[in-house]
């Protein structure tokens, strides 16, 4: 036991997770989350698509690449904060607990991030993503309708992409709830648990369907849409002549189709081709978003009361 507690709090081990935690979380916020087997296939080259895939990194925050190495680095902190927290306290006088505080703190930070992914889990329905075009709404998770009001994009005086803005409406039952509210890189729009992210902006070729109820819909290439118990996957679209090819999947196979302004896919009828700016949006779910605040904040002050003692340390 003596030596599996020194193993754990090894100062190698932890340098290995961190660098490990780090360089994953990197490739997984270049590659999106939560997608489709087949989105991935039509993305990334064949052996690279298929790794991802059978990895599980399609959804790494959820998977045992994430999981089982945040549980070892949990392990680490608190074998290493308890050594040090009763180092501390043998010694009467001359304590300090700045670091035991950012153990804490880093503690807090993990349960937060490992709680949080296991609440996922159990709300899979709750994590999406949408592409939208102004006008479009889509329903969210917790009932309320996120409609698309205008988009705009900022630039860098050498043309470079500065900032997307989605401006948004958020109501419920008819009723507006936000009239306006604008999602930026970083800076989403949180309803309790439920946050939504600016993920995404471009111009892209979509084949514009109309609903029952006169609503518009795009669907670009690499998207699907579910009706009738089939699945329609759109391949691609030319704007010249207005027609689109698609996949179709259900019970009796697999087959090509075309469809032109007229057609009809389930309820849905096909509006026409066109070229059109679309907003990429993520709903995220985390209820303990405010552990991992709680947890910022605890690492903060004791940063502050190590670096404040080390001061204190340098007077004459």
Known sequence: MRKLFQA????KLALALIAYLAATGILASLVPQ??????????????????????????????????????????????CSA???????????????????????????LLGAVFGQAAKQGHPGWEGFARLAVGEAV?????????LRALDSER????????WVSTVELSEGGKILLPSYKIRVNHPLRMGALSVFQASY????VLELIDPAGAKRSLAAGESIDEGGARLMLMSVDLDSGIALAREESAAGSKMISL?????????????AQEVTLSGLQAAYDPFFPVVLLALAVIVLGAFITFARKLGDLKP
């Open 202 to 205: 471009g111009t892209e070729r």
């Open 83 to 109: 050594y040090r927290f009763a180092k501390e306290i043998k010694k009467g006088s001359g304590r300090r607990h700045g670091p035991d505080i950012l153990h804490l703190g880093l503690i807090l930070l």
């Open 34 to 79: 939560g997608r489709e087997p087949t989105f991935y296939y039509s993305l990334l080259p064949g052996f690279i698509a298929d790794a991802v895939v059978r990895t599980g990194f399609t959804h790494f925050y959820g998977s045992l690449l994430f999981l089982v190495p945040s549980f070892l680095f949990f392990a680490n902190l608190a074998a």
């Open 8 to 11: 754990l709090r090894s100062v």
């Open 156 to 163: 860098y005086a050498d043309g470079r992409p500065k900032d």
């Open 139 to 147: 329903a969210l998770p917790n009932g309320k309708f996120l409609a």
């Open 260 to 272: 032109r302004p007229g057609s009809k896919i389930g309820t849905f009828s096909v509006a026409g």
